[in-house]
Protein backbone atom coordinates (compact mmCIF):
# COMPACT_ATOMS: atom_id res chain seq x y z
CA UNK A 1 0.00 0.00 0.00
CA UNK A 2 1.21 3.26 -0.78
CA UNK A 3 1.05 6.08 1.44
CA UNK A 4 1.49 9.97 0.81
CA UNK A 5 1.43 12.75 3.58
CA UNK A 6 0.43 16.11 1.87
CA UNK A 7 2.75 19.12 2.80
CA UNK A 8 1.87 22.64 2.99
CA UNK A 9 3.60 25.47 3.97
CA UNK A 10 3.26 25.60 7.72
CA UNK A 11 2.10 21.63 8.27
CA UNK A 12 3.96 21.16 11.32
CA UNK A 13 2.53 17.04 11.84
CA UNK A 14 3.92 15.58 8.75
CA UNK A 15 7.00 14.33 9.85
CA UNK A 16 4.99 12.65 13.06
CA UNK A 17 2.39 11.21 10.14
CA UNK A 18 5.33 10.19 7.74
CA UNK A 19 6.99 8.17 10.72
CA UNK A 20 3.96 6.66 11.86
CA UNK A 21 3.23 5.04 8.22
CA UNK A 22 6.93 4.30 8.24
CA UNK A 23 6.58 2.34 11.29
CA UNK A 24 3.96 -0.12 9.44
CA UNK A 25 6.74 -0.48 7.39
CA UNK A 26 4.93 0.21 3.85
CA UNK A 27 6.05 3.16 1.44
CA UNK A 28 5.12 6.36 2.28
CA UNK A 29 6.11 9.40 0.65
CA UNK A 30 6.17 13.36 1.19
CA UNK A 31 3.89 15.02 -1.66
CA UNK A 32 4.43 18.79 -1.63
CA UNK A 33 1.37 21.18 -2.25
CA UNK A 34 2.03 21.97 -6.09
CA UNK A 35 2.31 18.61 -6.88
CA UNK A 36 -1.49 17.83 -9.25
CA UNK A 37 -1.68 13.69 -8.97
CA UNK A 38 -2.53 11.29 -6.42
CA UNK A 39 -3.55 8.79 -8.37
CA UNK A 40 -0.26 6.77 -7.49
CA UNK A 41 -1.31 6.53 -4.09
CA UNK A 42 -3.18 4.32 -1.77
CA UNK A 43 -3.71 6.13 1.35
CA UNK A 44 -3.60 9.77 1.84
CA UNK A 45 -2.63 12.23 4.98
CA UNK A 46 -3.93 15.35 5.62
CA UNK A 47 -1.84 16.54 8.85
CA UNK A 48 -2.23 18.93 11.02
CA UNK A 49 -0.15 22.05 11.88
CA UNK A 50 -1.41 25.67 10.60
CA UNK A 51 -1.03 25.71 7.10
CA UNK A 52 -0.98 29.35 5.49
CA UNK A 53 -0.66 30.62 9.03
CA UNK A 54 -4.40 30.02 9.28
CA UNK A 55 -4.67 33.25 7.56
CA UNK A 56 -8.52 34.18 6.42
CA UNK A 57 -9.59 30.57 8.54
CA UNK A 58 -8.13 27.28 8.81
CA UNK A 59 -7.54 25.44 6.06
CA UNK A 60 -9.35 27.85 3.65
CA UNK A 61 -6.07 28.94 1.68
CA UNK A 62 -5.01 24.90 1.85
CA UNK A 63 -8.21 24.29 0.36
CA UNK A 64 -7.13 25.69 -3.45
CA UNK A 65 -3.99 24.61 -3.63
CA UNK A 66 -3.32 22.04 -6.42
CA UNK A 67 -2.72 19.30 -4.30
CA UNK A 68 -6.20 19.59 -2.74
CA UNK A 69 -7.71 19.16 -6.49
CA UNK A 70 -5.83 15.93 -6.77
CA UNK A 71 -7.25 14.83 -3.63
CA UNK A 72 -10.62 15.41 -4.88
CA UNK A 73 -10.26 13.64 -7.50
CA UNK A 74 -8.69 10.21 -4.68
CA UNK A 75 -11.37 10.68 -2.97
CA UNK A 76 -13.74 10.18 -5.16
CA UNK A 77 -12.05 7.22 -6.46
CA UNK A 78 -12.25 5.44 -3.60
CA UNK A 79 -8.94 6.24 -1.73
CA UNK A 80 -8.59 6.56 1.87
CA UNK A 81 -8.15 10.11 3.02
CA UNK A 82 -7.03 11.17 6.86
CA UNK A 83 -7.47 14.53 8.04
CA UNK A 84 -5.73 15.29 11.56
CA UNK A 85 -6.42 18.31 12.93
CA UNK A 86 -5.61 20.92 10.50
CA UNK A 87 -6.27 18.03 8.00
CA UNK A 88 -9.68 17.56 9.07
CA UNK A 89 -10.39 21.80 9.11
CA UNK A 90 -8.58 21.79 5.39
CA UNK A 91 -11.78 18.57 4.54
CA UNK A 92 -14.54 21.01 6.08
CA UNK A 93 -12.85 24.15 4.07
CA UNK A 94 -13.05 21.68 0.82
CA UNK A 95 -16.16 20.50 1.18
CA UNK A 96 -15.16 16.73 1.06
CA UNK A 97 -16.56 16.41 5.42
CA UNK A 98 -19.83 18.49 5.88
CA UNK A 99 -19.88 21.21 8.68
CA UNK A 100 -16.50 23.65 9.99
CA UNK A 101 -14.58 23.42 13.35
CA UNK A 102 -15.12 26.94 15.14
CA UNK A 103 -12.96 28.82 17.97
CA UNK A 104 -12.92 26.12 21.48
CA UNK A 105 -15.77 27.53 23.55
CA UNK A 106 -13.09 28.15 25.98
CA UNK A 107 -10.81 30.07 23.73
CA UNK A 108 -7.53 28.19 24.53
CA UNK A 109 -5.44 26.55 22.58
CA UNK A 110 -5.89 22.97 24.40
CA UNK A 111 -3.01 20.61 24.01
CA UNK A 112 -3.81 17.51 25.74
CA UNK A 113 -4.54 13.81 26.00
CA UNK A 114 -7.98 13.32 25.74
CA UNK A 115 -10.22 9.81 26.05
CA UNK A 116 -12.39 9.20 22.90
CA UNK A 117 -15.03 6.79 22.40
CA UNK A 118 -14.87 4.66 19.39
CA UNK A 119 -18.42 5.10 18.02
CA UNK A 120 -18.19 3.32 13.95
CA UNK A 121 -16.03 0.59 14.72
CA UNK A 122 -16.80 -0.42 11.07
CA UNK A 123 -14.74 2.09 8.98
CA UNK A 124 -11.58 1.64 7.53
CA UNK A 125 -9.97 3.61 9.98
CA UNK A 126 -11.28 2.09 13.05
CA UNK A 127 -11.83 -1.47 11.67
CA UNK A 128 -9.23 -3.14 14.93
CA UNK A 129 -10.85 -0.78 17.18
CA UNK A 130 -14.01 -1.89 19.61
CA UNK A 131 -17.32 -0.14 19.17
CA UNK A 132 -17.78 1.70 22.67
CA UNK A 133 -13.87 1.31 23.76
CA UNK A 134 -11.92 4.30 25.05
CA UNK A 135 -8.72 5.25 23.64
CA UNK A 136 -6.05 7.52 24.62
CA UNK A 137 -5.36 10.27 22.16
CA UNK A 138 -3.81 13.38 22.28
CA UNK A 139 -5.48 16.98 21.17
CA UNK A 140 -3.64 20.16 20.37
CA UNK A 141 -5.89 22.64 18.63
CA UNK A 142 -7.49 26.17 19.42
CA UNK A 143 -9.82 25.52 16.50
CA UNK A 144 -11.59 22.02 17.05
CA UNK A 145 -15.10 22.92 18.00
CA UNK A 146 -17.19 20.78 15.03
CA UNK A 147 -19.96 22.73 14.38
CA UNK A 148 -22.95 21.68 11.70
CA UNK A 149 -26.31 22.42 11.35
CA UNK A 150 -29.47 20.31 13.04
CA UNK A 151 -30.40 18.95 9.32
CA UNK A 152 -26.66 17.32 8.65
CA UNK A 153 -26.19 16.58 12.15
CA UNK A 154 -28.95 14.62 12.31
CA UNK A 155 -28.03 12.94 8.82
CA UNK A 156 -24.65 12.46 10.30
CA UNK A 157 -26.38 10.31 13.30
CA UNK A 158 -28.20 8.40 10.46
CA UNK A 159 -25.40 7.05 8.13
CA UNK A 160 -23.01 6.69 11.38
CA UNK A 161 -20.69 9.15 10.65
CA UNK A 162 -19.66 9.70 14.26
CA UNK A 163 -16.78 7.89 14.35
CA UNK A 164 -15.18 9.30 17.61
CA UNK A 165 -16.57 11.53 20.08
CA UNK A 166 -15.11 12.81 23.65
CA UNK A 167 -15.57 10.60 26.19
CA UNK A 168 -14.91 12.81 29.03
CA UNK A 169 -15.12 16.35 29.21
CA UNK A 170 -15.59 18.04 25.74
CA UNK A 171 -12.62 20.10 25.42
CA UNK A 172 -13.51 22.03 22.67
CA UNK A 173 -17.31 22.91 22.70
CA UNK A 174 -18.09 20.47 19.77
CA UNK A 175 -21.61 19.96 18.71
CA UNK A 176 -23.10 16.55 20.00
CA UNK A 177 -19.01 15.80 21.70
CA UNK A 178 -17.85 15.17 18.05
CA UNK A 179 -14.40 13.88 17.91
CA UNK A 180 -14.31 13.08 14.13
CA UNK A 181 -16.62 12.21 11.47
CA UNK A 182 -16.17 10.16 8.04
CA UNK A 183 -18.34 11.32 4.65
CA UNK A 184 -21.11 9.01 3.88
CA UNK A 185 -19.37 6.44 1.56
CA UNK A 186 -16.49 6.33 4.74
CA UNK A 187 -13.44 6.59 2.59
CA UNK A 188 -12.63 10.10 3.97
CA UNK A 189 -12.05 10.84 7.65
CA UNK A 190 -11.38 13.93 9.74
CA UNK A 191 -9.98 13.98 13.35
CA UNK A 192 -9.28 16.79 15.78
CA UNK A 193 -7.02 14.35 18.08
CA UNK A 194 -3.97 13.14 17.10
CA UNK A 195 -3.35 9.34 16.46
CA UNK A 196 0.11 9.86 14.91
CA UNK A 197 1.05 11.03 18.52
CA UNK A 198 -0.09 8.09 20.48
CA UNK A 199 1.94 5.12 18.60
CA UNK A 200 4.34 4.35 21.19
CA UNK A 201 4.35 3.54 24.08
CA UNK A 202 7.36 6.35 24.01
CA UNK A 203 4.65 8.74 23.49
CA UNK A 204 2.50 8.18 26.47
CA UNK A 205 -0.19 6.24 24.25
CA UNK A 206 -0.03 3.30 21.25
CA UNK A 207 -3.74 3.54 20.68
CA UNK A 208 -3.51 5.61 17.79
CA UNK A 209 -1.20 3.24 16.00
CA UNK A 210 -4.24 1.11 15.00
CA UNK A 211 -6.19 3.66 13.18
CA UNK A 212 -2.83 2.89 10.74
CA UNK A 213 -2.83 -0.49 11.25
CA UNK A 214 -6.30 -0.44 10.51
CA UNK A 215 -6.42 1.45 7.17
CA UNK A 216 -3.66 -1.01 5.74
CA UNK A 217 -5.97 -4.15 6.55
CA UNK A 218 -8.80 -2.87 4.87
CA UNK A 219 -6.52 -1.98 1.80
CA UNK A 220 -5.62 -5.02 1.82
CA UNK A 221 -9.01 -7.28 2.06
CA UNK A 222 -9.86 -4.86 -0.34
CA UNK A 223 -6.92 -5.60 -2.63
CA UNK A 224 -6.12 -8.95 -2.05
CA UNK A 225 -3.76 -10.56 0.99
CA UNK A 226 -1.07 -10.32 -1.52
CA UNK A 227 -0.85 -7.53 -2.65
CA UNK A 228 1.08 -4.66 -1.16
CA UNK B 1 -11.57 50.81 -10.52
CA UNK B 2 -13.54 49.88 -7.79
CA UNK B 3 -12.98 49.87 -3.84
CA UNK B 4 -14.87 46.77 -2.25
CA UNK B 5 -15.21 46.79 1.53
CA UNK B 6 -16.29 43.31 2.66
CA UNK B 7 -17.50 42.14 5.92
CA UNK B 8 -17.53 38.56 7.06
CA UNK B 9 -19.84 37.87 9.96
CA UNK B 10 -20.48 34.79 12.18
CA UNK B 11 -24.52 33.85 11.64
CA UNK B 12 -26.97 34.45 14.12
CA UNK B 13 -27.22 30.49 15.29
CA UNK B 14 -23.52 30.16 15.70
CA UNK B 15 -21.56 30.83 18.81
CA UNK B 16 -19.40 33.30 18.87
CA UNK B 17 -16.89 32.77 21.76
CA UNK B 18 -14.50 35.73 21.08
CA UNK B 19 -17.64 37.74 21.22
CA UNK B 20 -18.71 36.24 24.26
CA UNK B 21 -15.31 37.07 25.78
CA UNK B 22 -14.94 40.91 25.19
CA UNK B 23 -18.69 41.12 26.28
CA UNK B 24 -17.79 39.72 28.92
CA UNK B 25 -14.75 41.93 29.38
CA UNK B 26 -16.59 44.97 28.60
CA UNK B 27 -18.77 44.23 31.58
CA UNK B 28 -16.48 43.79 33.93
CA UNK B 29 -14.99 47.29 32.81
CA UNK B 30 -18.49 48.65 33.63
CA UNK B 31 -20.19 48.99 29.95
CA UNK B 32 -23.38 47.15 31.55
CA UNK B 33 -25.38 48.54 28.69
CA UNK B 34 -23.51 45.94 26.62
CA UNK B 35 -26.42 43.49 25.56
CA UNK B 36 -24.20 41.60 22.86
CA UNK B 37 -21.00 41.49 20.93
CA UNK B 38 -19.98 39.60 17.46
CA UNK B 39 -16.87 39.82 16.25
CA UNK B 40 -16.02 39.25 12.57
CA UNK B 41 -13.87 40.50 9.59
CA UNK B 42 -13.65 43.52 7.35
CA UNK B 43 -11.79 43.48 4.43
CA UNK B 44 -10.81 45.87 1.32
CA UNK B 45 -10.30 44.53 -1.85
CA UNK B 46 -9.46 47.04 -5.13
CA UNK B 47 -10.77 45.78 -8.09
CA UNK B 48 -9.72 46.87 -11.91
CA UNK B 49 -12.91 47.23 -13.62
CA UNK B 50 -15.11 49.80 -14.51
CA UNK B 51 -18.15 47.59 -14.98
CA UNK B 52 -20.31 47.73 -11.33
CA UNK B 53 -22.22 44.24 -12.42
CA UNK B 54 -18.75 42.83 -12.87
CA UNK B 55 -17.31 44.10 -9.91
CA UNK B 56 -20.18 42.67 -7.81
CA UNK B 57 -20.74 39.11 -9.56
CA UNK B 58 -16.92 38.69 -8.99
CA UNK B 59 -17.25 39.89 -5.40
CA UNK B 60 -19.64 37.37 -4.86
CA UNK B 61 -18.00 34.41 -6.64
CA UNK B 62 -15.02 35.36 -4.23
CA UNK B 63 -17.03 35.83 -0.99
CA UNK B 64 -18.57 32.62 -1.51
CA UNK B 65 -15.11 30.33 -2.60
CA UNK B 66 -12.60 32.07 -0.21
CA UNK B 67 -13.23 34.86 1.96
CA UNK B 68 -16.80 33.67 4.03
CA UNK B 69 -17.49 29.63 4.52
CA UNK B 70 -21.19 30.13 3.88
CA UNK B 71 -21.59 26.98 6.46
CA UNK B 72 -21.12 29.34 9.76
CA UNK B 73 -20.68 32.92 8.14
CA UNK B 74 -22.24 35.28 6.42
CA UNK B 75 -20.92 37.89 3.79
CA UNK B 76 -21.78 41.54 2.78
CA UNK B 77 -20.06 43.91 0.64
CA UNK B 78 -19.70 47.81 -0.55
CA UNK B 79 -18.79 49.08 -3.71
CA UNK B 80 -17.42 52.29 -4.51
CA UNK B 81 -16.22 53.46 -7.87
CA UNK B 82 -13.07 55.55 -7.78
CA UNK B 83 -10.70 57.50 -10.13
CA UNK B 84 -7.23 56.43 -9.98
CA UNK B 85 -5.24 59.77 -9.14
CA UNK B 86 -3.34 60.76 -11.85
CA UNK B 87 -4.97 59.57 -14.47
Known amino acids: MR ?9 NCDIDCYKAVEALGE ?48 AEAGKYVLGICNG ?24 HPADLRVENAATPFTREYEAGEIIDIPIAHGEGNYYCDEATLAELKANNQIVFRYAGSNPNGSIDDIAGICNKAGNVFGMMPHPER ?15 TSILSAWRESNGAAAR | MFKAT ?43 TTDRAEA ?16 V ?3 RFELTEHVKEGV
Open chain 1, 198 to 212: AVSELLGSVDGKRMF
Open chain 1, 88 to 111: FQVLTESGLLPGALLRNNSLKFRC
Open chain 1, 27 to 74: PVDYVWHTADDLSAYDGILVPGGFSYGDYLRCGAIARFTAVMGALVKA
Open chain 1, 3 to 11: WAVLVFPGS
Open chain 2, 6 to 48: VYVTIKENVLDPQGTAVQGALHTMGFDDVERVRIGKYMEIDLN
Open chain 2, 73 to 75: EDY
Open chain 2, 56 to 71: ESRLKAMCEKLLANTV
